[in-house]
């Protein structure tokens, strides 16, 4: 039987006016952290859980293992394989671990971009874009020829929410490689990035687009464990501060971050402009790693907390 705890709602429904759910979604990500038997049982748990709340579809944020274990070809397929179980349609934007850590002697000494390489061959496959084509999803790859081999890069329109999917990843998002090759990756990753942003912001000033959800894996923040963090990797400065967080200031539209990386369950409004709190602006950091919990999404926009979060054991 799923285990959901409800961890974010502040206001009395009453059966007679109740809000209207719009549609459900459920996030994770860092997990399963280690390749032990017992681990992967709890995670596979865990997605029965998510199977039972038959949520409209599933986003994992990345770090599919844990950055001490091996980069196999293997480890791609299984957990390809660990990604079918899901009911519902499973979306992914990788992690660091999955391809920049690789490098590391214990994740067996692999050329990074080899690893991403082989990652998108195995994770993006045709049957990826099959089950998600009922979500209208876009990839980045097949729309701007100038980007095309960002295939992880996604979009889609959910009742009205727009949601965006970027390459972003932990390890200062691979900006200190330390090879010509390494710097050129992030240096083209950064422009698609921007690029599709821009065309997220551009589609959210439409009236038909109710609020935006941007989706990645790094957490962009130095002080990220406190209340209001502000200081910023230099990874992030161009595609997270200077764009994604500059065009979050355009709009009064309701706008959700959601990342992973750092573990512990977060949320918070930690933007500002002109000295002021955005209050439209709310970031979710999922929790993960030995915390093996999923969150619940459920939009509701005549509720005055519009995002009712619960959490999934």
């Not at 409800?6 to 809000?19: D, E, N, Q, R, S």
């Not at 390749?35 to 599919?64: A, C, M, S, W």
């Not at 692999?110 to 690893?115: A, I, N, T, V």
């Not at 500059?246 to 369950?265: R, S, V």
Request: charged share 20%; hydrophobic share 40%; glycine share 8%.
């Amino acid at each position: 039987m799923s285990k959901v705890l409800k961890i974010g709602l502040a206001c009395v429904l009453f059966a007679f006016a109740a809000p209207v759910i719009a549609f459900e979604f459920v996030v994770l990500g860092d997990m399963p952290y280690g390749d032990e038997p017992v681990i992967e049982e709890q995670y596979r748990k865990l997605i029965e859980h998510v199977n039972q709340e038959n949520p409209d579809f599933v986003i994992h944020l990345g770090d599919t293992k844990s950055g001490s274990t091996l980069c196999s070809d293997e480890f791609y397929t299984r957990q390809k394989a660990l990604f079918s179980i899901f009911t519902a349609p499973l979306l992914y934007t990788p992690g660091d671990n999955e391809w920049t850590d690789c490098h590391r002697s214990n994740n067996g000494g692999y050329d990074p971009l080899d690893r991403l390489k082989m990652l998108r061959q195995v994770v993006f496959d045709d049957s990826y874009f099959e089950q998600s084509a009922l979500l209208g999803l876009q990839s980045q790859g097949a729309l701007m020829r100038e980007f095309s081999e960002f295939i992880e890069n996604q979009m889609w329109i959910s009742s009205g929410t727009l949601f965006l999917l970027i390459h972003v990843v932990g390890s200062n998002n691979n900006m200190d490689s330390g090879t010509s090759i390494g710097e050129r990756e992030f240096l083209l990753r950064e422009k698609a990035n921007q690029h599709w942003i821009h065309r997220a912001f551009d589609l959210l000033q439409e009236d038909r687009i109710h609020d935006l959800v941007v989706v990645f894996h790094g957490d962009p923040f130095v002080d990220w464990m406190m209340p209001q963090p502000s200081l910023m990797y230099s990874g992030f400065l161009e595609t997270v501060g200077t764009t994604l967080f500059e065009k979050a200031k355009t709009t009064d539209k309701k706008i959700l971050f959601i990342h992973g990386d750092t573990h512990q369950y977060t949320w918070n409004h930690p933007f500002f402009a002109a000295g002021h709190v955005r209050g439209n602006v709310s970031r979710l950091v999922v929790p993960g790693a030995g915390d093996m919990r999923a969150v619940k999404i459920s939009i509701q926009r005549e509720s005055e907390d519009y995002y009712i979060l619960d959490m999934i054991e």
